[in-house]
């Protein structure tokens, strides 16, 4: 299976504007526990949402193109939603199921989600701008 340029470029782009956004992601996390002394757990999903609109809009700008809809966004956020659920039952699965440590797990999931996420945003998202 050959990958065209345009598509393993616009990965590249994508791949970029997640490692940007992971960036946020923690920033966000280490801001809400340790300036505003909110509980982990819900500072890294307040985290999750901020890091998610940081990446719909980057990735519009950098990797998909086109324009901001309300459509285009209510599908991002339900591909961030699945990406979500396929971490978690991911580390399930690894961790509490097969006993493997957590860091198989998370590589498991790093190896995948971004692919899927990458996938569905691409030709299901931004259908329109995949050209």
Request: glycine share 6%.
């Amino acid at each position: 299976m050959q990958v065209s340029k345009k598509l393993l470029l616009k990965f590249i782009s994508y791949s970029i504007v997640g490692f940007i956004c992971t960036l946020i992601y923690f920033l966000a996390v280490f801001i809400l526990v340790e300036l505003f002394n909110k509980e982990p757990v819900f500072a890294s999903a307040i985290a999750f949402m901020i890091m998610t609109v940081f990446s719909f809009f980057l990735n519009i700008r950098y990797t998909f193109g086109g324009d901001v809809s309300s459509k285009n966004f209510i599908r991002f956020f339900i591909v961030a939603g699945i990406g979500f659920i396929l971490n978690f039952t991911i580390m399930h699965t690894m961790v509490n199921v097969l006993s493997f440590h957590y860091s198989i797990g998370e590589l498991t999931t790093i190896l995948i989600i971004p692919l899927v996420n990458f996938t569905l945003n691409n030709y299901w998202t931004f259908k329109s701008n995949t050209g």
